[in-house]
């Protein structure tokens, strides 16, 4: 730290805030359940489709 304050000027501090508007929540509704499950299996889904892909390109 001291190279860069003698020799290249100093630091200057920075703060940086975060705010959120809400707190993430758990779903609780059957809906948002079947959504939330819904968005993990596409999501494994197009892991296994990558995965497959590279194997393929691999062999």
Do not use: N, R, Y
């Amino acid at each position: 730290m001291t190279i860069i304050d003698t020799s290249l000027g100093g630091t200057t501090p920075l703060d940086i805030v975060v705010t959120f508007k809400d707190e993430p929540t758990i779903p609780t509704s059957s809906d948002e359940v079947d959504e939330f499950v819904l968005l993990i299996i596409t999501i494994m889904f197009l892991l296994l489709i990558k995965i497959a892909t590279i194997a393929k390109l691999l062999s």
